[in-house]
């Protein structure tokens, strides 16, 4: 049973061009969120998806970033004309629904490198 | 706003002792904790999580205790192993108040060097 699935698992973008980045949850898991981690610095909450819906973005820049989870496919997290702060690694995490105790399982990472 | 600290960003311990890993919190609504490992080029792993009606949570060579009138909870593991060397995350949730998500607030991470 495959975990969470993350890819590109790097990306290297020039200032101004956009990044892709692709989340699998864990099969059977239809809630996803989204965490960015700087250069020392801990993990930070950007998104919290259900399938189809955004349930809670407090955690997103206002411009540029944009998440979606649709009905068939991964989860996306687009981050339009990137500068050289975007810079970081991206985390998904997914669990299985919103029970209490609900352990997130977290992929393995996407980093960006902007140039 | 950090909600969840951890203030040492380094541990170094000899293999076979006790490394005790703290961090601490101002959120009062926070109602469970949760500490990930991770190592370098990976995701966070689960470690172990203690809800905020207990004080302690053990498993294995890892114990959990939370202190709720001090906002302060520790991770001990007995007897540390070089395999434990990682980055050690505290998280928080406010489950109960929070709107029933699953949504957790990171501290910044502690490294934890356990030398042979």
């Known amino acids: 049973n495959a975990g969470v699935m993350q890819n590109p698992r790097h990306l290297v973008r020039r200032r101004g061009q956009e990044a892709r980045l692709r989340c699998s949850p864990v099969?059977?898991?239809?809630?996803v969120y989204w965490y960015r981690q700087l250069p020392e610095e801990g993990l930070k909450f950007m998104v919290y998806?259900?399938?189809?819906?955004?349930?809670?973005e407090s955690g997103m820049p206002k411009e540029r970033f944009s998440a979606e989870f649709p009905k068939e496919g991964p989860s996306i997290l687009r981050i339009q004309q990137v500068v050289r702060g975007d810079s970081a690694a991206y985390f998904c995490?997914?669990?299985?629904?919103?029970?209490?105790?609900?352990?997130?399982?977290f992929g393995a990472g996407s980093r960006l490198t902007v140039l | 706003d950090q909600q969840v600290k951890q203030n040492s960003p380094s541990l170094s311990v000899q293999e076979g002792r006790i490394s005790i890993l703290n961090c601490d919190y101002t959120n009062s609504m926070f109602d469970y904790f949760l500490w990930y490992k991770k190592y370098p080029a990976e995701g966070p792993t689960f470690l172990i999580s203690?809800?905020?009606?207990?004080d302690k949570n053990e498993d294995g060579r890892f114990t959990v205790f939370l202190n709720k009138s001090a906002k302060h909870l520790s991770l001990h593991i007995v007897p540390s192993q070089p395999g434990d060397s990682a980055v050690y995350f505290c998280?928080?949730?406010?489950?109960?108040?929070?709107?029933?998500?699953?949504?957790?607030?990171f501290g910044t991470g502690t490294l934890l060097a356990v030398q042979p």
């Open positions: 998280a928080a949730s406010d489950y109960l108040y929070g709107g029933a998500t699953n949504k957790l607030i």
């Open positions: 203690i809800s905020s009606i207990k």
């Open positions: 099969k059977g898991h239809s809630h």
């Open positions: 995490a997914s669990s299985p629904g919103t029970d209490y105790a609900n352990v997130l399982t």
């Open positions: 998806l259900q399938k189809e819906n955004i349930i809670d």
